[in-house]
């Protein structure tokens, strides 16, 4: 047995990288799970805005609100034209800024 032992450091501190346990990677139902529920905050973020300020339509927070809440439903699955989903969007994104202005007029 040698009095002096030799450690190759590159090959032992590979080995402890090796060892350590890797991150799980999700399942594709997590995943898209996980896409919808960020989806879905960021449309609720995007209809928090104000549409309407002041007597006037906030015209991006509007479109901003439709493109959030078009992407959600696309992620749900929907099998609509990305403009089909972007129209009933913007529908209902319009009528909850006249909504709004009405409300902020009383």
């Known amino acids: ?9 590159t090959s032992a501190m590979r080995d402890l990288r090796n060892d350590r346990t890797k991150p799980a990677v999700p399942s594709f139902l ?18 928090a805005r104000p549409l309407a300020a ?11 609100a439709a493109i ?11 099998k609509a034209s990305w403009s089909d989903l972007m129209a009933s969007a913007l529908k209902s994104a319009w009528i909850a800024a006249k909504q709004q202005r ?5």
């Open 68 to 78: 959030a809440q078009a992407r959600l439903q696309r992620a749900k699955g929907s």
């Open 1 to 9: 047995m040698a009095a002096i032992r030799k450690i190759n450091w």
């Open 54 to 64: 002041g007597g006037a339509f906030d015209r991006s927070a509007i479109m901003g």
């Open 102 to 106: 009405a409300l902020s007029a009383h």
């Open 30 to 47: 997590a995943a898209r799970s996980l896409e919808i529920a960020r989806l879905d905050r960021l449309a609720k973020e995007a209809a």
